[in-house]
């Protein structure tokens, strides 16, 4: 089974302009979370999102945005990129939503950077 | 206050000998615990995951789970140099009814040949 794919693997963008990631889960997986990986800050959650539905969201900013599609593929969107965006961004999948027992899988992740 | 902390070593430990990596949360009603490696410029891969006290094992890998201390940790057995990664504690809890997963910051693990 093919696992968590994730496009682009890297982006180069300038303060301001706005970025699309995009996430396809593993097969039969409907949930898919996002996450933010600094250096300095660690995995950092930035929202999950179940049936097309976000369920839960992080503390961010709303220039962060997400949706799913009905085949559980997901994109976030960055807008008005600043800086301090500048991380690798990764997408988990699971099988049902995240809950007090379903394990995550990450993909590859996107490294984002902004100049 | 952090909600899941780990040391973030470096942790040194001789090619052999068994890596104990440890990890405290604050959420009491927390149910759910994970372990990630990550490799340097890689994405976080699952190892374990463990839902009740006591131990866990899988292969060279035990997770141990004490929810009346809050701790959760990982022994590795017979450590290997490809072991040497970094070493994500993940803990599902609540927060305003939802769940969601909170990482440590990791435990940079090294193995010495």
């Known amino acids: 089974k093919a696992g968590v794919t994730q496009t682009p693997r890297y982006l180069i963008k300038t303060r301001g302009q706005q970025v699309t990631l995009s996430c396809s889960p593993i097969s039969g997986h409907r949930s898919v979370s996002w996450y933010q990986q600094t250096p300095g800050q660690g995995l950092q959650f930035l929202f999950e999102?179940?049936?097309?539905?976000?369920?839960n969201k992080g503390n961010f900013p709303g220039r962060f945005s997400g949706r799913q599609f009905s085949n559980s593929r997901s994109e976030m969107n960055v807008s008005t990129l600043e800086l301090g965006d500048s991380a690798l961004y990764l997408c988990?999948?699971?099988?049902?939503?995240?809950?007090?027992?379903?394990?995550?899988?990450f993909g590859p992740g996107t490294r984002l950077t902004v100049l | 206050q952090k909600e899941v902390e780990q040391n973030s070593g470096p942790l040194s430990v001789p090619e052999g000998a068994i890596a104990s990596l440890n990890c405290t949360y604050s959420?009491?009603?927390?149910?759910?615990f994970f372990w990630y490696r990550q490799y340097s410029g890689k994405s976080p891969e699952l190892i374990m995951s463990?839902?009740?006290?006591g131990d866990k094992e899988d292969g060279r890998f035990t997770a141990q789970l004490n929810k009346a201390s809050q701790y959760v940790s990982l022994l590795i057995r017979d450590s290997q140099p490809s072991d040497s990664a970094t070493y994500l504690c993940a803990v599902n809890n609540k927060r305003g009814g939802a769940d969601g997963l909170t990482f440590g910051k990791g435990t940079h693990l090294i193995i010495q040949p």
């Open positions: 999102y179940f049936s097309e539905t976000q369920r």
């Open positions: 959420d009491r009603v927390s149910q759910s």
């Open positions: 988990a999948s699971s099988l049902e939503a995240v809950g007090s027992y379903n394990e995550q899988f």
């Open positions: 463990i839902y009740s006290n």
